[in-house]
């Protein structure tokens, strides 16, 4: 099916100007020019606009989003799935932001204390933040701590949040105390500790003594949002790539990233999908 300029610009909110503009460029070209001299894009084009608004997005100059984006079928998937990995980051980043707000909210309200160095956990400009707070146990946080010190005031990659897949946090979620909060990093720990027990154990990530840890551990993420199938799998994934990740899981088993990943993705085909 093909559709007008006009069209696409209500679809996408792309101005008519823009899309005029990058016609001219050929960072777009339509489809056809129908006989009405008005120009018409079809699946493929609108597929590739939304890659552009995605480049746009994470803040890339136009001049370089054409040279990244190929006619390539399998190109195109590599970018989305890449797409999906970085919006994961953002969100949990944006996560850590919230959660930073809540406690200082509790300090100023007098409910808990607040150490100097939390007051900018989070921010994108610091190496310090600690992702869905995973690495505040004592365990975790030595080898945190360890790389944060070589790493200085390294930029954290945060990359634009989409609607495509959004991170939904609980409807009438009530901001946690101290008390929760230490005890969501004690059950953490332990899930963590049990994994690595497992590992240990020659269990297999399929197993039903494993499954039922992973439950715990997706019981634990729904506290602070509700993941999708996808989402869960993607967080599996980026345990195993991100470097912070991999460093805190690596303090307590240099096999438990893939470990955990591998059980995650098990428990989303089966609880999630």
């Not at 007051?119 to 869905?132: E, I």
């Amino acid at each position: 099916m093909a559709y007008s300029m006009v069209d696409v610009s209500g679809m996408s909110g792309v101005s008519l100007s823009e899309l005029g503009q990058y016609a001219e460029t050929g960072l777009l070209n339509p489809a056809f020019v129908g006989q009405d001299e008005d120009i018409y894009y079809e699946k493929p084009e609108l597929l590739r606009l939304q890659q552009i608004l995605f480049c746009k997005e994470v803040g890339m100059e136009e001049e370089e989003i054409g040279p990244m984006l190929r006619d390539n079928p399998r190109d195109m998937i590599r970018i989305m799935q890449q797409h999906r990995i970085e919006m994961l980051e953002k969100a949990l980043h944006l996560h850590g932001l919230i959660q930073t707000l809540d406690k200082t909210i509790s300090y100023l309200r007098g409910e808990q204390e607040l150490n100097e160095d939390e007051l900018y956990a989070g921010f994108s400009n610091k190496g310090r933040h600690r992702l869905l707070n995973e690495a505040a146990s004592e365990h975790a946080t030595k080898n945190y701590s360890e790389q944060m010190q070589t790493e200085g005031n390294q930029k954290y990659n945060a990359i634009s949040d989409s609607a495509q897949q959004p991170v939904t946090l609980l409807e009438g979620q009530e901001m946690k105390s101290k008390e929760d909060f230490l005890d969501s990093q004690a059950k953490i720990d332990r899930i963590h500790l049990d994994l690595q027990n497992a590992i240990e154990n020659g269990l297999e990530p399929g197993s039903s003594e494993v499954q039922q840890i992973i439950g715990r551990h997706l019981e634990w993420i729904k506290d602070y949002y509700t993941p999708t199938a996808e989402i869960y799998r993607d967080l599996g994934n980026l345990y195993v790539e991100h470097k912070n990740f991999r460093q805190m899981y690596d303090g307590y088993h240099p096999k438990l990233a893939e470990f955990l990943r591998d059980g995650m993705m098990i428990k989303a085909e089966q609880e999630l999908s």
